[in-house]
């Protein structure tokens, strides 16, 4: 069966400081991957999507990029971080073998910029 | 642009007392609505997959249904550990993005 792992779980980064979240998919092979933003009492926000390894697609321009180094990894980076990049991260992945495209999600990470 | 508003916003209700939550949609050409569910602090559990109006879906006490314009989920006697936050996404055809509405907050109480 399909896993997908975020690492850290939370993190408390100062104003300015840089970024990496870390997203891995274990038990498929050539997934779609997604990362979204969740903020406080609103829809999940797609950030970046990719269909592959080096393909990435921006849904938002922003304080943030994403890469990905490997099938199943993706990493979403800041420079510098803002304190409105504060909120919920959740990488999903989906099978681009299947017609619909149901996403995964994985546990998230709670980043707090102060 | 595909637009998703999901009613009511937060729901309480008794256990076992039935209910339905809304999910209205404006996409261009729909490919598959999705309803998803959240638990605080965690990332949302896929539930089902609409594809057609008219098309229904069921797992234990949920059974989520879909029209031309908007999709319901009922939840049949509620028990506390329905709590959660409901999702609902649409995607469009030729299209990798879901667009997700805001959600709706059951809270169930014994």
């Known amino acids: 069966s399909q896993t997908i792992h975020q690492w850290p779980a939370t993190l408390v980064q100062p104003v300015g400081s840089p970024l990496s979240l870390e997203c891995t998919v274990e038990g498929t092979s050539n997934p779609n991957l997604y990362w979204y933003r969740q903020a406080a009492g609103r829809g999940l926000q797609l950030l970046f999507y990719?269909?592959?390894?080096?393909?990435i697609s921006s849904e938002v321009p922003q304080n943030l990029s994403a890469s990905r180094p490997q099938d199943r990894q993706f990493i979403l980076s800041s420079k510098k971080l803002l304190l409105s990049d504060s909120g919920f991260y959740l990488c999903?992945?989906?099978?681009?073998?299947?017609?619909?495209?149901?996403?995964?999600f994985g546990p998230g990470t709670r980043l707090t910029v102060l | 642009e595909d637009q998703v508003t999901q009613s009511p916003e937060a729901l309480r209700l008794q256990e076992g007392e039935s209910s339905s939550l809304n999910c209205s949609y404006t996409v261009s050409g729909l490919r598959g609505l999705f309803w998803y569910r959240q638990d605080p602090g965690k990332g949302p559990e896929f539930l089902f997959t609409?594809?057609?109006a008219g098309e229904e879906k069921e797992k234990e006490r949920l059974k989520a249904t879909l029209t031309k314009k908007e999709s319901f989920l009922h939840i049949t006697a509620p028990k506390p550990e329905d709590s959660a936050t409901y999702l609902c996404a649409v995607q469009a055809r030729g299209d990798y993005k879901l667009s997700f509405g805001a959600g709706t907050t059951v809270t169930v109480r014994a």
């Open positions: 999903a992945w989906s099978d681009q073998g299947l017609p619909y495209n149901e996403q995964f």
């Open positions: 990719s269909v592959g390894i080096g393909q």
């Open positions: 609409l594809y057609s």
